[in-house]
């Protein structure tokens, strides 16, 4: 019997009263908690990526220069991406992504080695020519 005037008088109202209110609340904060940490996972999972895509892009090339130049790679200080069209032929728009700009890799190789390294804020990602990789991608 209470159960059906409480009925009839929301029904009537039509308006939520504020502990329905402070419920919904509740429930989207804890969603919220749960949320947010996983959304910036998943942002740094994809910066990570594209950082070590890009390496990647740089290192194939490296290899492919080292493979028509008789094993040797070319002879770089520290060149950033912008600065490796005339070197192992990849355009800054090779490396362009959403996370990470050509700019934002660097190349310093002799002739039998080779270190990359992407740099995103304080984020680093280093490979060299025997595939050891190093660096540290931080949340936000």
Known sequence: ????????????????????????????????????????????????????????????????????????????AAVNGTGLSSDINILATDLNGKYFQATNYSVTSAVAAYTITATLGSDTYIINQAGVESGTFTTE
């Open 1 to 76: 019997m209470k159960m059906q005037r409480l009925i009839r008088r929301m029904h009537r109202k039509g308006a939520f009263t504020l502990v329905e209110l402070m419920i919904v609340v509740v429930i989207v904060a804890i969603l919220a908690m749960v949320a947010v940490p996983m959304y910036r996972a998943n942002v740094l999972a994809a910066k990570m990526s594209e950082g070590i895509a890009g390496c990647g892009t740089i290192r194939t090339a490296l290899r492919i220069h080292a493979a028509q130049h008789e094993g040797d790679y070319p002879v770089l």
